[in-house]
Structures are given as structure tokens and as C-alpha cells.
């Protein structure tokens, strides 16, 4: 295992070289990144503060937006579990409704919200809303039977029921759902403020990194700042999964 | 158990499931009485029945046809009443030994101090000592049996419905396990201070080590063949190879091979 992650770090290391030699040796620096230029980029987007400020504004719409998408598809998902007719009726619904991607609702979430932030929270909760609601009723469908007929064999009503069987036997697959659809946030929030963040200046945009990037491309055409944005993207990608897999380990100690 | 008011009262009983490929008439024209503090067996070849049968007592499925009477009620639906021990225990794996223990109080409304006691005393009678704070993941097969079993008494039902309990214990365990749930049900006290027991098996000689009556299904559809006296003192466990036993076991093996045979031939195409 740690051979392994040497050889993997030896391999990083030595391609961020080549391609630093590479660059600096002929003249392709305006179109392509180089390595030394994206952590000058980072340093100066650090020191002014517009890095740090652009991320939290995304990560707080996606927070916002996912928190939305949860108080509406958990329930939602819970309760077509426990009532099949209602799976019936919403189930066809909601799989139509998953073949629009979130993206496709920009110019719409646009006319309806406008251009600030609250068109990207809009496509962030449309995003995670549908996996989550078909995840938590898969949930509720794979709880083992067993358990429902002990439930109510001990006298339990369908209150306790959910609450202490239902509920806490979807959880590992929920855990999953989540880190799967905070994905899917993340990846729409980026859309959103590229798409909605053309209006340029300060207090104008939509704010957050998609919004750094547009800026960034139309304005200032600077490819390390560009790169900068895309690293930093990908690394909140991972910090939400792994954070959403440490409360999967916190919420369901007995999935060992 | 004549002159006495069933517990249990089976009354023209037929099930048929209802399936994708067609109807499967699991249970037909069941007749069966069981008294209080009586341990009767139900034993018969794969596909006689036996869990389904278990199953419309419980309440977890409806009647095709006749009745089931459980102390003079209909059952029309599960009930604290009648305790259920599954064949893979069914604990619920994200409680705790004791939290598992007090569901069935907790879900009576039963007060915090109460069930904190009813749960302690379980703990003690079954031998979880020192356990009650593992989850069931963590615990042998012998051990969740018993925490299953703990389970269904802490409502302290008035029949106990018991479907293969101990079919996922190794032989050894098996056998302890049969000592000490005739223990529990009261073996050695007098018969009534004992609760009526259903209890469906794979094993004859577990069935005739447990029971007072055996009751012998016949498959497709499942009827009954057979009922058979077990008339061997209690307490069991000194009789665990008494010739007598032996001679019962043999009986009901002749009644069941046949049938058993042919389940095996179906079930290999």
C-alpha cells in the first residue's frame, strides 16, 4: 500500500515537471496553463480574497439548494416507499422529469429568478431533488420485510415504525444517494453561474467560482486563472465526498 | 387439552397466494386447537405450508378462506399480543441489544424506568450479562437467537409464534438453544405457568424433544397428515435419546420421507 502511493505520487510529480519544461520551453503560455502559473494564480486569488469568497458563494448555494432538494425528496421518496399507490401515481412523473437535465432549466429558472443567485440554487435543487426522491423510495422498498412485520408484531404503529425502522434502514442507501446528488449540485451550480453569470462587475453577476471563471475567460483571458478554477472545483468534488461518506460512517455505526 | 378454551383456534383454514405465474394454494382446510401452556410443533416437508401458516396466525397475511381465533378474537392483523420469533431473528440491526429488547415496550408506551427494568431482567434470564450495548452485528448466532427471543417475551405475549428459531444455529448450539428455551417457557414448572406455543421446524427430533403434540403437514397443498401425542415427562433434557423419543421420531420420519423425497426431486429440476 505505501509502495503504491509512492509510485503514484513519483508519477504526479514527474508529469507537473515535464509539463512545466514543456511550457516554459516554447511560447504556448497564453493558451495553455502551466503549473508555476496556477499557483501564482492561486497565491494572488488567496491573498486578494476572491478565491476564498467565490467558493463559499458556490458552496453556500449548493448548500442551500441541496438543503431544498432534501426537505422535499426525502419525504417525498419516504412516503411513495410506504404507500404504493402514491409510488404509482408521482413514480412516471418524476422519471420524465429526470430525463430534463438540469441544465436544460437555465433559461427558464433565468425568466422565473433572474440573474442573481437564486436562478443557480433554483437548478441545484431541481438537480439533486430527483435522485434524491427515487433513492429514498428505493430505500424504503429494499427495507427488509422481516423487520416491518417485527415492527408491528411488537405492537409498534406506523409512526415508531418510521422512525425507528424505516427510516434508519434507508439510511446507507441515502448515504450513497447524497453523495451521489451533492455531486450532481456541485456539477449544476458550476453550469448555472456560467450560464447566468454573463452580466459582468461587481455586485452584477451571480457571483461564486462559475462566475470567477466567466469573468475570468470575457474579461481578464487569464488560462492559469481559468486552470486555478477548474483544480479548486474538483477538489470541494472530492471534500464533499468525503465528508458525505464520514456521516455515512456516523449515522450508521452498525454498517460495519 | 379437552374441556379448555383454545388459545389458538384454526378453523378451515386455506391460503392461496396469489402470484405473477399463476395462483399457489399453500394451506387448505387447516384444523388445529391449541390450549394454554401447550407447546405444539408444526413439521412437514419443504413446501407444506408451515411458514405460511405461521404467517396468517401472526396476522402478517390474511386467510384465503375459514378462520383463525386467537383467545376467541379474529386476527386481522399482527398484535403484541402474539410475540413472533423469526427464523433469522429480525433484529433490528441499528438498536442495540437492550434497544432492541425494549421495542416492544417502548412501542406499548411503556414508561422509561419500566423498560429500562423489564429489559435487565430479559438480559439476565436469556444470558446476554454485559452485552446489552453490542449491536446484533456483533454478536454470535446463539447470541442473537437468545436477543430475539428476549425480544418477543419483553411484551410478555400470551402465545408465542415461532418459525424455524433455531434452523441457523450449528448442531451444538442447536441444542443448548432447545434446553434453554424449554427453560424458559417453564419445563419445569407446572403446565399453567406456561404460554401456548406455535413452533414451526425442519427437525423431528427437535419437534418431539420440544412439543406435546406434532402436528405433520402434507405439501401442495398443505393439509394435515398427522397429529402426534408426545407423551414424555417434563422436564425434557435428561429424555434427549430416550427410546421412546426415538420411536416417535421414526414414526413421523415414515409419515414425512415420501413426501420429502419428492420435494428434493423438484427442487433439483
Given at each position: ?37 496556477i ?25 442551500k ?10 419525504p417525498?421518496?419516504?412516503a ?9 401515481a408521482v413514480?412516471p ?16 429558472a ?6 442573481r ?17 427515487l ?18 408484531a ?6 415508531l ?41 461587481p455586485?452584477q453577476g451571480s ?13 481578464r ?11 479548486c ?18 449515522l ?5 | ?22 395462483d ?31 404467517s ?16 376467541g378474537?379474529?386476527?386481522d ?6 410475540g ?10 441499528w438498536?442495540t ?9 417502548l ?42 427471543l ?22 451444538q448450539?442447536?441444542i443448548?438453544?432447545q ?19 406455535l ?21 401442495r ?9 408426545v407423551?414424555l415427562?417434563?422436564?425434557r ?23 420429502a ?6 427442487e433439483n429440476g
Amino acid at each position: 500500500m505505501r509502495r503504491d502511493r509512492w509510485i503514484a505520487i513519483t508519477t504526479v510529480v514527474c508529469i507537473v515537471l515535464l509539463w512545466q519544461v514543456a511550457i516554459s520551453a516554447n511560447g504556448l503560455h497564453a493558451k495553455v496553463p502551466s503549473p508555476l502559473g496556477i499557483v501564482a494564480a492561486i497565491a494572488a486569488h488567496v491573498a486578494d480574497g476572491s478565491l476564498p469568497s467565490a467558493l463559499r458563494d458556490s458552496f453556500l448555494r449548493v448548500a442551500k439548494g441541496f438543503a431544498i432538494a432534501a426537505l422535499i425528496g426525502l419525504p417525498v421518496g419516504t412516503a411513495m416507499g410506504m404507500t404504493p399507490i402514491l409510488a404509482r401515481a408521482v413514480a412516471p412523473f418524476l422519471d420524465a422529469l429526470r430525463s430534463i437535465a438540469p441544465i436544460a432549466w437555465i433559461p427558464i429558472a433565468v425568466l422565473w429568478l433572474g440573474v442573481r443567485g437564486d436562478a443557480a440554487v433554483f437548478i441545484v435543487t431541481y438537480a439533486a431533488v430527483l435522485p434524491l426522491a427515487l433513492s429514498a423510495h428505493q430505500a424504503v422498498r429494499l427495507i427488509d420485510q422481516r423487520l416491518l412485520q417485527a415492527s408491528h408484531a411488537l405492537g409498534a404503529g406506523w409512526f415508531l415504525t418510521l422512525r425507528a425502522v424505516i427510516i434508519p434502514g434507508s439510511i446507507p442507501v441515502l448515504i450513497t444517494a447524497v453523495r451521489v446528488s451533492m455531486g450532481f449540485a456541485w456539477g449544476a451550480v458550476i453550469a448555472a453561474e456560467l450560464a447566468v453569470g454573463v452580466k459582468i462587475g461587481p455586485g452584477q453577476g451571480s457571483q461564486g467560482i462559475g462566475q470567477m471563471m466567466i469573468e475570468t475567460l470575457y474579461v481578464r483571458r487569464d488560462v492559469d486563472t481559468l486552470a486555478m478554477c477548474m483544480l479548486c472545483v474538483g477538489l470541494v468534488s472530492l471534500a464533499i465526498d468525503a465528508g458525505a461518506r464520514g456521516l455515512g460512517r456516523r449515522l450508521a455505526p452498525w454498517k460495519v | 387439552m379437552e374441556g379448555l378454551i383454545p388459545r389458538i383456534a384454526i378453523t378451515s383454514l386455506g391460503k392461496t397466494w396469489q402470484g405473477r405465474r399463476g395462483d399457489v394454494e399453500a394451506l387448505r382446510d387447516i384444523n388445529l386447537a391449541i390450549g394454554p401452556g401447550e407447546f405444539v410443533a408444526v413439521v412437514g416437508p419443504s413446501g407444506c405450508g408451515k411458514s405460511t401458516l405461521l404467517s396468517v396466525v401472526a396476522g402478517f397475511a390474511t386467510p384465503t378462506s375459514g378462520k383463525v381465533l386467537v383467545d376467541g378474537l379474529s386476527v386481522d392483523g399482527p398484535s403484541p399480543e402474539r410475540g413472533v420469533m423469526f427464523q433469522d431473528y429480525a433484529l433490528f440491526p441499528w438498536r442495540t441489544v437492550a434497544d432492541n429488547i425494549g421495542f416492544g415496550p417502548l412501542a406499548r408506551g411503556v414508561k422509561r424506568a419500566e423498560r429500562l427494568e423489564i429489559t435487565q431482567r430479559l438480559v439476565a434470564l436469556v444470558g446476554l450479562d454485559g452485552f446489552q450495548d453490542r449491536y446484533p452485528h456483533e454478536l454470535s448466532g446463539g447470541m442473537r437467537q437468545r436477543c430475539a427471543l428476549a425480544r418477543m417475551l419483553a411484551n410478555d405475549p400470551a402465545v408465542w409464534l415461532m418459525d424455524e428459531p433455531l434452523a441457523a444455529l450449528d448442531p451444538q448450539t442447536r441444542i443448548v438453544m432447545q434446553d434453554e428455551l424449554l427453560r424458559i417457557w417453564g419445563d419445569e414448572r407446572p403446565a399453567d405457568q406456561r404460554r401456548a406455543v406455535l413452533f414451526v421446524t425442519h427437525g423431528i427430533d427437535e419437534a418431539v424433544h420440544l412439543s406435546d403434540r406434532v402436528v405433520v403437514l402434507a405439501r401442495r397443498p398443505g393439509r394435515v397428515r398427522a397429529v402426534i401425542e408426545v407423551d414424555l415427562p417434563r422436564p425434557r433434557s435428561a429424555l434427549r435419546s430416550s427410546p421412546e423419543a426415538a420411536r416417535l421420531v421414526a414414526e413421523i420420519w415414515a409419515l414425512i420421507r415420501d413426501e420429502a423425497v419428492d420435494a428434493i426431486r423438484e427442487e433439483n429440476g
